[in-house]
Antibody, heavy 121, light 107 residues
Framework: EVQLVTSGGGLVQRGGSLRLSCAAS????????MNWVRQAPGKGLEWVST????????FYADSVKGRFTISRDNSKNTLYLQLNSLRAADTAVYYC??????????????WGQGTLVTVSS | DIQMTQSPSTLSASVGDRVTITCRAS??????LAWYQQKPGKAPTLLIY???TLESGVPSRFSGSRSGTEFTLTISSLQPDDFATYYC?????????FGQGTKLEIK
């Protein structure tokens, strides 16, 4: 059974940093693209970032480029998102989501439970 | 960026109704369109991908179709479990984009 367990959220001051983690199990982690998607309170879904299975390619939304860094440790079956220079607009539930290929643009077939990041001003 | 315009934003319907949600892409996305269902306080779940392919375990009352850059999610006979918010997503190119969502409410 595929499981994605997200952690690391919390309350942080504007300009602060946080690292989110997504522990994966039930599939061969290194073979799949992984993603982060966020949802501000009461709002819709926003794609944040994607990393290829090898970790060799990463992609970011313009709204987070230069501030967030996606990474993965395939030996630990864990996906990360480093959030720096946080803004009030980054307040959201952050979901990790699994793709269905190792490198191609892709749908999200499994999602973690989400972790809430709150940026206070 | 590809914009996904989803309508309506809210839909009131009754159990047994047939409902349709539409998503229009601002440019061609071929068939790279997915639909997700989200219930309050939960993560989204994948319903349909590649316009019309049902994800494993999704009831057959859900279906998807395409006409050019307009995509449709249809629920043939609403069940109580279907009242939720639905999102379309294009995965043709980065940045991936979602529709604004359609909240399906009980009439």
């Amino acid at each position: 059974e595929v499981q994605l367990v997200t952690s690391g959220g919390g309350l942080v001051q504007r300009g602060g940093s946080l690292r989110l983690s997504c522990a994966a199990s039930g599939f061969t982690f290194s073979k799949y693209v992984m993603n982060w998607v966020r949802q501000a309170p009461g709002k819709g879904l926003e794609w944040v970032s994607t990393i290829h299975g090898s970790g060799g390619a990463t992609f970011y939304a313009d709204s987070v480029k230069g501030r967030f860094t996606i990474s993965r440790d395939n030996s630990k079956n864990t996906l990360y998102l480093q959030l720096n220079s946080l803004r009030a607009a980054d307040t959201a539930v952050y979901y990790c989501a699994k793709g269905t290929s190792s490198w191609d643009t892709d749908r999200f077939d499994y999602w973690g439970q989400g972790t809430l990041v709150t940026v206070s001003s | 960026d590809i914009q996904m315009t989803q309508s309506p934003s809210t839909l009131s319907a009754s159990v047994g109704d047939r409902v349709t949600i539409t998503c229009r892409a601002s440019q061609s996305i071929s068939s790279w369109l997915a639909w997700y269902q989200q219930k309050p306080g939960k993560a989204p779940t994948l319903l349909i991908y590649k316009v019309s392919t049902l994800e494993s375990g999704v009831p057959s009352r859900f279906s998807g179709s395409r006409s050019g850059t307009e995509f449709t999610l249809t629920i043939s006979s609403l069940q109580p479990d279907d009242f939720a918010t639905y999102y379309c997503q294009q995965y043709d190119s980065y940045p991936y984009t979602f529709g604004q969502g359609t909240k399906l409410e009980i009439k």
